[in-house]
């Protein structure tokens, strides 16, 4: 008796994944040659959106390596949208769990900053507040604004110097080791004018970006950071950045 539509949909996808689904064979024919092709051709598909989404993951690890590790995360977990790009959401937390890749505790904040500059690039370029758009509100107003941040803006925390290891890994870049002991850094992933980029921020304007996106006022916000924090220079310079979403 054939199988359900949605039984043979389910055994289809746990075969593309790498799964023995012998049953299939004998629900579609010709089915073995044809089966092994496409499967072939989604593990290729697949993997390619993911080498490009995380090249310093690749860069880092190497080809060979990358592609043992994209396959287990394939055989994990496949798209659930039909957009490329919006795949490997979880692909860090994969890394983070992979015994592999447990000598480079690294990786899965390598990851997770290829994955916030995947979503910067992706991110609609306009809608970023100016500072002309503050021109009408009064001095001693500025700050109980509440701001949001930008579609495409990230903060991340790291215990290691991803923005060294970052440039470390890109196309001609010097072959000077990274020292994991210098510690570790808070960056802002946003959208560019032209493509994704990320600063360093100090602890202080980390805190402070973290209250706006919490929904604190930008007094709020700056009391957070308190210590030395400069609420009139790091503001101007977020907002030269384009980080924070226009007014609605």
């Known amino acids: 008796m054939p199988s359900a539509l949605r039984d043979l949909q389910r055994a289809f996808a746990a075969h593309l994944r790498g799964d023995d689904e012998s049953g ?45 590790l994209v ?22 937390e994969f890394i983070a769990e992979h015994e592999p890749s447990r000598g480079l505790p690294y990786l899965p904040d390598v990851a997770r ?26 001095a001693d107003q500025l700050p109980a604004l509440r701001l949001g941040l930008a579609r495409g803006t990230t903060l991340l925390n790291s215990p290691y110097p991803l923005d060294r290891i970052w440039r470390a890994a890109q196309p ?53 950071g308190a210590g030395s924090f400069d609420l009139s220079a790091s503001f101007a310079r977020l907002l030269g950045l384009g980080v924070f979403a226009a007014a609605q």
């Open 113 to 138: 900053l290829d994955w916030a500059l995947n979503l910067a690039f992706h991110a609609p370029a306009g809608d970023r507040l100016a500072s002309a758009d503050l021109a009408a509100v009064p």
């Open 71 to 92: 396959r287990g995360f394939i055989g994990r977990s496949l798209p659930a949208q039909p957009v490329l790009a919006e795949y490997g959401q979880d692909f860090p």
């Open 172 to 224: 001609g870049a010097s072959a000077d080791t990274v020292d994991l002991a210098t510690g570790g850094v808070y960056l802002l992933v946003m959208r560019g004018p032209e493509d994704a980029a990320f600063v360093t921020l100090s602890p202080e304007e980390a805190v402070f970006v973290r209250g706006i996106a919490d929904g604190f006022s930008l007094e709020e916000a700056a009391e957070r």
């Open 24 to 68: 299939l064979v004998a629900e579609i024919r010709p089915a073995a040659a044809r089966l092994r092709i496409h499967r072939h051709h989604v593990l290729d598909s697949l993997a390619g959106a993911l080498a490009a989404t995380f090249p310093t993951v690749m860069a880092v690890v190497g080809a060979d390596f990358f592609r043992s």
